[in-house]
């Protein structure tokens, strides 16, 4: 890997994060109205794969629940930018960590805490 700052993530540490937001997001699905269960993201070897396509599952489960179209969108790019960040993830993991694919891997996960702060936003205060 290219040098990079010594103070930026290690590709281990924005894999956990990445975990944390897989669960944030299962979080936040079960707190709609009509909650979406995800299962545990595995620990394993191609857990990554499974928690993808829970994500991709409950994508399709939101777009049938009666709920305002603003949160629909919302949920909907959240777990999009969760997507897009297992497929960096994937390909840091598989082809090579430089420090483009890290920094945009870094990008994704910040896109992803500030979507999932105004979801929660949206879910407690409805009105705003």
Known sequence: MAEHDNDFPSLGELAETLVGAYNLIGKLL???PIPIGLPPMP???????????????????????????????????????????????????SVSADDHRLYALFATLTRISMIASMVEHRLTDPDS
Do not use: I, V
């Open 30 to 32: 079960g707190d709609l």
């Open 43 to 93: 620990e394993r070897e191609g857990g990554g794969r499974e928690a993808a396509q829970a994500l991709e599952r409950a994508r399709l489960a939101l777009l049938d629940l009666p709920f305002d179209p603003e949160t629909k969108s919302m949920f909907h790019t959240l777990l999009l930018e969760w997507l897009t960040a297992q497929d960096q993830m994937a390909l840091a993991a």
